[in-house]
């Protein structure tokens, strides 16, 4: 006769099981995998982040051309002027946009005798200046602000960009006053402008 032993649950469970070799050396595969893992997809952002940097850069000078040069020496209620060049292009005359308080008012090209930015080595002829006549502004004292950018075109001509030649020009117009003595609040000159390389 046979006979049936039922286990109660008390018994001991017997030795503690060691981990086998095989599973050491997984476990150390596991860990060098983890750590290759790890440098591999740094390397991989800083791969990305290198691709992201080259691109803007080539964007950039693509579209926001980095060698135009210039200032606006006056501004008031009767003109704006000033000079521009393309370093990269000395003898090429530049068109410019003349903005007021954010609204564009005239584009012309930038071809009047300015023998001082030939003198300064600033470009290759005299024919750098600007002048736009200033629109008629509103009959109160107010300040405006003149703005002038040099357009350039990128990708055969299909894109524009405006980048901002010299300073902004601020001046004050008075109700009282001869509307071509309005006065320059602020901003830099020619002078200073020229002497910058």
């Given at each position: 006769m046979r006979s049936v032993v039922h286990s109660t649950g008390e018994e001991s469970a017997g030795p503690a099981l060691r981990p086998s070799f095989g599973a050491a050396v997984a476990?150390?595969?596991t860990e060098e995998g983890g750590r290759l893992l790890s440098r591999a997809l740094v390397a991989k952002s800083v791969a990305e982040v290198l691709f992201v940097a080259a691109l803007f850069a080539a964007f950039s000078y693509a579209h926001f051309h980095p060698r135009f040069r210039g200032a606006v020496d006056v501004a008031d209620a009767?003109?704006?002027?000033g000079w521009a060049v393309d370093e990269a292009e000395p003898g090429r005359q530049v068109e410019v946009q003349l903005f007021i308080d954010g609204q564009f008012v005239a584009?012309?090209?930038?071809?009047?005798?300015?023998?001082?930015?030939?003198?300064?080595?600033?470009?290759?002829?005299?024919?750098?200046?600007?002048?736009?006549?200033t629109p008629p502004l509103a009959a109160r004292e107010a300040e405006y602000e003149a703005r002038v950018y040099a357009l350039h075109a990128a990708g055969g001509g299909e894109r524009r960009t405006l980048n901002q030649i010299g300073k902004a020009l601020r001046f004050r117009v008075s109700q009282n006053d001869d509307p071509g003595r309005?006065?320059?609040t602020n901003?830099?000159?020619c002078g200073e402008e020229l002497g910058r390389r």
């Amino acid at each position: 006769m046979r006979s049936v032993v039922h286990s109660t649950g008390e018994e001991s469970a017997g030795p503690a099981l060691r981990p086998s070799f095989g599973a050491a050396v997984a476990d150390r595969l596991t860990e060098e995998g983890g750590r290759l893992l790890s440098r591999a997809l740094v390397a991989k952002s800083v791969a990305e982040v290198l691709f992201v940097a080259a691109l803007f850069a080539a964007f950039s000078y693509a579209h926001f051309h980095p060698r135009f040069r210039g200032a606006v020496d006056v501004a008031d209620a009767r003109m704006v002027e000033g000079w521009a060049v393309d370093e990269a292009e000395p003898g090429r005359q530049v068109e410019v946009q003349l903005f007021i308080d954010g609204q564009f008012v005239a584009q012309r090209r930038a071809e009047l005798h300015r023998p001082d930015v030939l003198a300064a080595g600033r470009a290759s002829s005299a024919g750098h200046g600007f002048r736009f006549e200033t629109p008629p502004l509103a009959a109160r004292e107010a300040e405006y602000e003149a703005r002038v950018y040099a357009l350039h075109a990128a990708g055969g001509g299909e894109r524009r960009t405006l980048n901002q030649i010299g300073k902004a020009l601020r001046f004050r117009v008075s109700q009282n006053d001869d509307p071509g003595r309005a006065a320059v609040t602020n901003g830099a000159g020619c002078g200073e402008e020229l002497g910058r390389r």
